[in-house]
């Protein structure tokens, strides 16, 4: 054997034992090193139960190997058997070859322990206290590690991940795990072929398969991934996400059957392109509560085509099956879905944008279909004060062709109804880029009772009724329109109170328009038919309507500033209708609780527009009782106010509304009928409306019963015509009133009560007790009562022309024992030129017949509608018999009237409120007939008043002078007149001389005449009550009179010495005066001086017959004047015989006064014993009285 072969032999056999042993030293080294390592290095312990390395064929393997937790036995890693092969190839092709790895039931446990935590984060951290390394000397840059894995399989692998740091403590699993490689390397002959892998496993119980192909190492990195996975539980997920969820996911099956390819080329970006199926099923979702959210037994979605990079997206299908969502609001009125979602959202800053993002980078997406099929909505409302419940089902949704791509049309058809019986559909085209749709909706049977929770805050009661809508909705380029739009509401039902309500058959809108944009709306007619309102003004004054309406509670002040710098929304309506309506309103404020009923209510109206003013015609009729015919026609402008309407009234039934009369007017309208026609024009300038009317006014057939039920007024017609107007100012002009064929009855009933003033008897007591109690008003209050109320103008008021025609007028007093009746026939005549205008008087003549025989006219000037009322009227009333007047004297003045007539001159004056009244009475033989037994007969002397009234024709004069102020309350003309006629007859009896003075024209007091004191003659200032007398004798020649003569007690006898002494000395003086001297004179005229004075006296005291001192020689002694005139006052007699002689020469007197102005009234002069001392009522004490009585 050669040297060369034996060399080689060695070498072989060397090598040969080497491999030998390496199947022993590798495996042993491996166990022990690695153990070793892992014992020095952590705390984990690794256990190799075998270990094989086959050097010949490059074969590793190694078995039973566990890697256990820090400080634990349990498990990190295992596997049962891990086999690597390597290709000798690795050594021609100078890459790592692997060409077969084996992996049988790998088992690989990971936990989570907190952020960036892990159970094999100390692995990690190994070699953190190692030196620095030594920076390598620079090499030549080399190629990449090219390297060659074939034939990778993994069995039965076995992955735990425990999630200990999220709440939950999640647990997730992959079990069967079953992966698959052919080949998989970069190597050159490689870098062209495709990696194949195959995977199987069961994530969490779900079943999942991928198989794909890639070329990992080639510039184009081609990658085709298949992956199904099947039974996914999505409740288990939602119950281990990493955060908590705002709901609870209770079931959801997810299955997934998809092809992902991605591509890298030189020209075009990277492609990432999706296709295939998913399904979703048994989906539950519930609130945290438990309360349930959404469910849905099946939802569809098939990817046709996404390419995820350019936002391309095609799905061929979305089909959702019976979902259901629950969505409802608290008490605070949040609803569900923002409460769960609100507080789930992360509260973080935006995302940086991306670049190339921004406006117009809208994904393309082409949905081919999308279908939802017989979906429900529940909604629950607890915010309300009645919480409201609804159902909303057989939701059906068809979407065909939606896309995001430009100028795409889609279909749509939505359909969907309640449970309360409401049907929604809404159909037609939509598109997204630009946004545009085309879409017609309905929807019918919306009832508005079940709703009425939301309007219980401003409501008390429900609506009822259903409505129907339809429009064809467009919007495009920002701009949403409305076409044809319709809203029918039925059978609405509107309670008010009780049995109040509005009822209308039908409320139908047609051809309506609205464009956003321009904020308009059109409504092409509004019609309301057939509606029905009863309606109440309650007993505290409230209208029944109103009750309907919640008390308006307090809102906080809102900012109106964006409103006032809106833009209005501008409304037209082309044609409005309304009718027939019935109208019911009752008014329970009076105690006859009266009930209006107006049928037939029409209302038409045209071209109507907010807030844009247009002229609209309309037309207004209505139906009243059952003749009444109201109708309205004309046109407005509602801004500035400009109406033009001719109102016509037919018929119209007064009688209908008795019961509106107040209850304390007992008044009756028995028939009656109004007719007008009335034009008018209102126009508004500025704050002030302005305006016209003009037209003629009737009221036909007309009757008036009083509280008794007897005719109190009536008449054939009352006319005004030419009547013409203005607003404002206001004036008014009418050219004729007529009042024909008309009868006024006035009666007394047996209880006393008057028809004409009992139609407020209650309320007219309560005033007259009121009026006993209240105090008389303070001159001031009257004066300032009497000031002019306003210093405006009076309006402008003309009537042309009054004219009464076939007037009657009836009196009845059925409160006597015997009825007295009387009537005033062929009342009529004319009242010429009212008006306002102080400067302007109407000219009046009325004149009529009583009984046919007596007539009266009344003839002057008057201005009843001036500021200041002005009156000059003239009544005469001739030839009035009183007999017939037999009920009222025997009742009230105890005598029958045999006969009599009455005549009235009467005039009377107005002007400034002042009131002067002439009345001038005469009666003519007016006699009393038999006495009458009446308990309510005065006890007044009334025969001896009325011989005193009657003069020598048997005639009776009276002239009753009034005057007064209108404006004060305690003037009244009727009463003062009646005042006047009773103080008559008391006078008579109590003070039948102040009767007579009031007869006499100056109205001078003759109940006596006074003396000058101590003296019997008259002086020449009282001579005319002589005169007075002696006339008032002559004319009534049944009356006589009694003198009275009396004296002044305390003053009289003084004066009557002083007069006496008087006397002396002018007798004196007489006596010494030459008959020239007396020519002319009487002792009485005599005066005497102060110079002749004390020689008259000394004269007179000579004469003297009384002692008188004497001196010694028996002559009488000088004495002064004062001491004469004392002796001789203190001498002369002045008793009471004196005084009575004093009195009886006044008496005489006085007789002799009258007689020497007619001698014949001597018979009836009578002189009466009196106490002549006695003192007088007024007036001095020396005097002399009369008495007045019959013969």
């Known amino acids: 054997m050669s040297r060369w072969m034996k060399r080689s032999l060695i070498t072989v056999a060397v090598i040969v034992g080497l491999l030998l042993l390496s199947m022993l030293v590798v495996p042993w080294q491996v166990k022990k090193q690695g153990t070793a390592w892992i014992a020095e290095n952590t705390e984990r312990t690794l256990t190799i139960e075998k270990a094989y390395f086959n050097p010949f064929t490059l074969k590793l393997e190694l078995s039973g190997v566990t890697l256990t937790e820090p400080a634990s036995d349990q498990p990190f890693v295992s596997w049962d058997r891990l086999m690597v092969a390597v290709s000798l190839r690795s050594i021609i092709d100078q890459a790592l070859i692997l060409r077969r790895i084996e992996i049988d039931h790998p088992y690989v446990k990971i936990d989570l322990l907190g952020e960036q935590q892990f159970n094999f984060s100390d692995f990690m951290h190994l070699g953190d206290d190692a030196p620095p390394p030594v920076e390598p000397v620079p090499e030549e840059e080399s190629g990449p590690f090219l390297f060659s894995f074939n034939n990778i399989v993994i069995s039965d692998g076995e992955i735990d991940f425990n999630d200990q740091a999220s709440p939950q403590s999640s647990h997730h699993e992959i079990r069967q795990l079953a992966l698959s490689v052919p080949v998989i390397g970069n190597v050159e002959y490689l870098a062209d072929e495709y990696v194949t892998p195959e995977l199987a496993m069961l994530l969490n119980g779900a079943d999942i398969h991928a198989e794909g192909q890639s070329k990992p190492f080639d510039n184009s990195l081609e990658t085709n991934l298949s992956l199904a996975f099947f039974n996914t539980d999505l409740a288990f997920y939602a119950q281990n996400a990493p955060v908590a969820l705002p709901v609870d996911v209770q079931s959801g099956i997810l299955d997934c059957e998809i092809n992902l390819t991605y591509l890298v080329t030189k020209d075009e970006l990277p492609k990432l392109l999706v296709n295939g199926d998913f399904a979703l099923s048994e989906l539950v979702v519930n609130e945290p509560d438990g309360k349930p959210l959404f469910a849905m037994p099946t939802l569809l979605l098939d990817v046709e085509q996404a390419d995820v990079f350019k936002q391309d997206f095609t799905l061929s299908l979305i089909a959702l099956f019976e979902p259901h969502l629950w969505l409802s609001r608290d008490e605070q009125a949040q609803l569900n879905l923002t409460r769960l979602f609100a507080s789930s959202e992360p509260q973080s800053e935006e995302p940086p944008a991306v670049e190339g993002e921004g406006e117009g980078s809208m994904p393309l997406l082409l949905i081919r279909s999308l279908a939802l099929h017989n979906g429900q909505l529940s909604f629950d ?485 001036s500021q200041d009322l002005f009156a000059d009227l003239t009544i005469s009333f001739k030839d009035i018999d009183l007999s017939p007047m037999t009920p009222y004297s025997g009742t009230y003045l105890g005598y029958a009237i045999d006969k009599g007539k009455l005549y009235l001159d009467l005039n009377y004056t107005i002007e400034h409120q002042q009131i002067e009244a002439d009345n001038k009475v005469m009666i003519d033989q007016f006699t009393f007939g038999d006495s009458i037994d009446s308990e309510q007969a005065t006890s007044l002397p009334v025969a001896f008043a009325i011989s005193l009234l009657k003069d020598r024709n048997d005639e009776i004069h009276l002239d009753i002078p009034i005057s007064g102020n209108l404006n004060d309350p305690d003037f009244s003309l009727a009463s003062t007149i009646f005042t006047v006629l009773r103080n008559l007859l008391v006078k008579a009896a109590t003070s039948p001389f102040a009767l007579l003075s009031s007869l006499i024209p100056e109205g001078e007091d003759v109940s006596s005449i006074s003396f000058t004191l101590g003296r019997s003659n008259i002086s020449a200032d009282q001579t005319h009550v002589l005169d007075s007398l002696a006339e008032v004798l002559t004319k009534r020649p049944s009356l006589i009179l009694e003198i009275s003569p009396y004296a002044d007690q305390n003053n009289d006898p003084e004066a009557y010495r002083r007069q006496q002494l008087t006397e002396m000395l002018q007798a004196v003086k007489w006596e010494d005066m030459d008959d020239d001297e007396r020519k002319n004179m009487t002792v009485g005229d005599v005066q005497i001086t102060d110079e002749e004075y004390p020689d008259v006296l000394k004269q007179v005291y000579k004469n003297a017959e009384f002692p008188r001192p004497r001196n010694v020689l028996g002559f009488l002694k000088s004495l002064p004047p004062e001491e004469m005139e004392k002796l001789l006052l203190a001498n002369i007699r002045a008793g009471d015989e004196e005084m009575a002689a004093l009195a009886k020469a006044r008496a005489m007197a006085v007789r002799d006064g009258i007689l020497a102005i007619n001698p014949e009234l001597k018979p009836r002069l009578f002189l009466m014993t009196t106490e002549i001392y006695a003192e007088p009522e007024s007036g001095p004490a020396s005097r002399v009285e009369f008495g007045i009585n019959a013969k």
């Not at 419940?389 to 062709?401: F, K, M, P, Q, S």
């Not at 107006?598 to 015609?617: W, Y």
């Not at 034009?679 to 019963?705: E, I, M, P, Y």
């Not at 008897?761 to 009026?771: I, P, Q, V, Y």
């Open 381 to 865: 409302d607890q915010s309300l004060k009645t919480p409201i419940a609804e159902r909303i089902h057989g939701i059906t949704l068809t979407v065909d062709n939606f896309s995001t791509h430009p100028d795409q049309q889609a279909t749509l058809d939505l359909r969907l109804q309640t449970d309360h019986q409401l049907d929604v559909a809404i159909n037609g085209q939509l598109g997204a880029v630009p946004a545009q749709a085309d879409l017609a909706f309905s929807a019918n049977g919306l009832q508005l009772e079940p709703y009425y929770p939301y309007l219980e805050q401003v409501l008390t009661a429900p609506l009822s009724g259903q409505v129907d809508a339809a429009a064809q909705l467009v919007y495009a380029d920002g701009n949403t329109l409305v076409h044809d739009g319709a809203v029918t509401l039925r059978d609405l039902v509107v309670p008010f109170s009780g049995e109040d309500r509005f009822t209308l058959k039908q409320l139908q809108v047609n051809g309506t328009t609205v464009d956003v944009n321009a904020q308009q709306v059109n409504l092409g007619q509004l019609s309301l038919t057939q509606g029905d309102i009863k309606a109440t003004r309650m007993a505290d004054g409230s209208l029944s309507p109103e009750k309907l309406l919640r008390p308006a509670q307090q809102q906080p002040p809102q900012t109106t500033a964006t409103q006032q710098d809106s833009k209005p929304w501008n409304i037209n309506l082309a044609s409005f209708d309304l009718g027939p309506f019935k109208l019911q309103f009752r008014d329970d404020t009076s105690e006859k609780k009266p009930l209006l009923v107006v049928n037939q209510i029409g209302v038409h109206a045209e071209n109507l527009s907010f807030p844009k003013a247009t002229k609209s015609p309309f037309k207004l009729t209505a139906k009243v009782g059952k003749t009444g015919d109201v109708r309205v026609d004309g046109s407005v402008v509602h801004t500035p106010l400009n109406l033009v309407a001719t109102s016509r009234i037919k018929a119209f039934p007064l009688d209908d509304f008795n019961d509106f009369i107040p209850a304390d007017l007992k008044l009756k309208v028995k028939d009656g009928q109004l007719f007008s026609t009335i034009t008018t024009r209102l126009n508004q300038q500025g704050s002030d409306l302005k305006g016209t009317f003009s037209g003629d006014v009737a009221v036909h057939r007309f009757n008036l019963l009083d509280g008794f039920g007897g005719e109190m007024v009536r008449w054939d017609g009352l006319n005004l015509s030419g009547i013409q107007g203005d607003v404002a100012p206001f004036a008014l002009h009418i050219k004729e009133v007529a009042l024909n064929d008309y009868q006024a009855n006035i009666e007394v009933a047996a209880d006393g009560q008057v028809n004409l003033t009992s139609v407020q008897a209650s309320e007219a007591a309560e005033t007259e007790g009121e009026a006993a109690v209240e105090p008389k008003p303070e001159p001031a209050a009257v004066a300032e009562a009497m000031k002019p109320e306003s210093s405006e103008p009076p309006a402008d008021i003309r009537i042309d022309a009054v004219t009464l025609q076939g007037g009657t007028v009836s009196f009845t007093d059925r409160h006597l024992p015997s009825t007295f009746a009387t009537t005033m026939y062929d009342l009529g005549g004319r009242i010429s030129g009212l008006a306002s205008d102080e400067e302007m008087q109407a000219d009046v003549d009325l004149r009529g017949q009583l009984e046919n025989n007596s007539p009266l006219t009344i003839t002057g000037k008057l201005n009843p509608l």
